[in-house]
């Protein structure tokens, strides 16, 4: 099984409306989670990550994400989409010795 | 400044060439990274390093050698270049804050475009 999955290729959100980017995972142990931003021809940067205590994580940029055990899920939040937060979206988890990316979400808001 | 930085930031080769990508970081952290993202985004590590000493070796082909002269540098170097090896390589860096094993905030270099011809 996947140990991170993104479930959706794409998302598109009107400016102004709320966002989520889904994302679940799959691993044994205690999960540790991040959320990390692309945007175009840029590397990759950390909006926020769960790693114990509450189960709403606040980030950068007005993004929040929510650590839910029962559904594996850590999805990311935002409640007033920005033309800006236009960007790639990746979740991710600690496997064992290692961090395991997702395939990626692209985010496009609409003006 | 930039925080982690990579040379060059486009590099077009033949194939069966010898290439290297350079990394370095100005944020005196411990641990260093490079990771490969294909064209689908999909993106993968394949090594990483602490205070310059392997500890990630992912299932990589052996024409990839990474080099770490000291701390702040990890250089990546791939032999015989094929057309697969084209990708954008990012190197990244992150501090051992005490925390839960491979839990620290990765901080990413702009990357390098590889195109094999």
């Known amino acids: 099984a996947q140990s991170v999955a993104q479930p959706e290729d794409q998302v598109n959100v009107a400016e102004g409306n709320p966002l989520t980017v889904k994302c679940t995972y799959s691993v044994s142990g205690n999960p540790y989670l991040f959320w990390y931003v692309q945007y175009p021809n840029r590397g990759l940067q950390f909006l926020l990550k769960y790693i114990t205590g509450d189960n709403l994580v606040k980030g950068s940029y007005g993004f929040e994400a929510e650590f839910n055990k029962s559904q594996t899920s850590f999805h990311l939040k935002k409640p007033s989409a920005l033309v800006s937060d236009s960007a790639l979206y990746f979740c991710a988890v600690r496997e064992r010795d290692k961090i395991i990316f997702g395939k990626g979400t692209r985010l496009h808001i609409l003006p | 400044d930039t925080a982690v930085s990579q040379t060059p930031k486009y590099l077009v080769t033949q194939m069966g060439n010898d290439k290297s990508i350079k990394c370095e970081q100005n944020l005196g952290h411990d641990t260093m990274y490079w990771y490969k993202q294909d064209s689908k985004k999909f993106l993968k590590i394949m090594f990483s390093?602490?205070?310059?000493?392997?500890?990630i070796n992912e299932t990589v082909p052996n024409r990839f050698s990474p080099k770490s002269p000291d701390k702040a540098h990890l250089n990546l170097h791939i032999n015989s270049l094929e057309l697969g090896d084209s990708a954008v390589y990012f190197c990244?860096?992150?501090?051992?804050?005490?925390?839960?094993?491979?839990?620290?905030?990765?901080?990413f270099g702009p990357g390098t475009r590889l195109t094999v011809l």
């Open positions: 990244a860096s992150s501090q051992n804050s005490g925390g839960p094993l491979w839990t620290d905030t990765q901080y």
């Open positions: 390093y602490n205070n310059k000493e392997l500890i």
